[in-house]
């Protein structure tokens, strides 16, 4: 677990970073792009293209910024079952202090015992029953 969180931190930070270079860049490009809109001297198909480009450039920036957020997620995930894990760990380990575990693992083998005296009491009603129903053919060496 520590070597994904490792992981995840590496690459939001990578993330991060690309997306400050990216807004800066985008900054610039989208002003730009404004100008050219707001220009009374350019033409329609050079408005299109600076409406396509600042598009572009804030559907970069928001694909980065939706990225990141996953990649966040993702660490405080991670990060919430790296703590589950150390959690149940330490109940583990004080339960086999405590020796609460191996009064379980005596409890499991009276039931196994339990169960098979069962199967045993079933099976003596079973032939108990049969030779009720039928006194006289299977007890032929006692008469």
Do not use: C, W
């Amino acid at each position: 677990m520590d070597e994904v969180l490792e992981i995840l931190d590496k690459t939001a930070k990578r993330i991060q970073k690309t997306l400050e270079e990216n807004k800066e860049v985008a900054s610039k490009q989208t002003a730009a792009y404004e100008k050219i809109l707001q220009s009374k001297e350019a033409s329609e198909e050079q408005k299109v293209q600076a409406l396509i480009g600042k598009t572009l450039e804030l559907d970069r920036l928001e694909r980065l910024s939706s990225q990141l957020s996953l990649l966040y997620a993702l660490q405080i995930f991670a990060f919430k079952v790296k703590v589950l894990e150390i959690t149940v760990g330490n109940i583990n380990e004080q339960l086999v202090k405590s020796g609460i575990l191996q009064k379980s693992t005596e409890l499991d083998d009276i039931k196994k015992n339990i169960d098979e005296l069962k199967i045993l009491v079933e099976a003596q009603y079973k032939s108990m029953k049969e030779i009720r129903e039928e006194p006289g053919s299977n007890l032929t060496y006692i008469h």
